[in-house]
Nanobody
Framework: VQLVESGGGLVQPGGSLRLSCAASGFTFSSYVMMWFRQAPGKERELVAA????????NYADSVKGRFTISRDNAKNTVYLQMNSLKLEDTAVYYC?????????WGQGTQVTVSS
């Protein structure tokens, strides 16, 4: 099982980034997919989630209206479009796959918002 995140980097406040998470080794289309983030000195928090068919999403209040989660089950990939980025969005972003009692994590990708 592999979850490989990409797309992180350094961006100025107000900018945008698109994270991708490529999955392999399990039946991607059967899993709920989530993005978490962890800032230095803080606990890991849920940012966004999308159900297995991709027709239902949920977001943390702090990112509603700015971030969009989506998935392409044909490509086994989940995305996180991040717009209007703020300094407080700086964190390592992790992809998570979950189904019943199983959960898989990616290695994370760093997002730094700085002027």
């Amino acid at each position: 099982v592999q979850l490989v995140e990409s797309g992180g980097g350094l961006v100025q406040p107000g900018g945008s980034l698109r994270l991708s998470c490529a999955a392999s080794g399990f039946t991607f289309s059967s899993y709920v997919m989530m993005w978490f983030r962890q800032a230095p000195g803080k606990e890991r928090e849920l940012v966004a989630a999308i159900n297995s068919p991709g027709d239902s999403t949920n977001y943390a209040d702090s990112v509603k209206g700015r971030f969009t989660i989506s998935r392409d089950n044909a490509k086994n990939t989940v995305y996180l479009q991040m717009n209007s980025l703020k300094l407080e969005d700086t964190a390592v972003y992790y992809c998570n796959a979950r189904r019943v009692s199983r959960a898989y994590w990616g290695q994370g990708t760093q997002v730094t918002v700085s002027s």
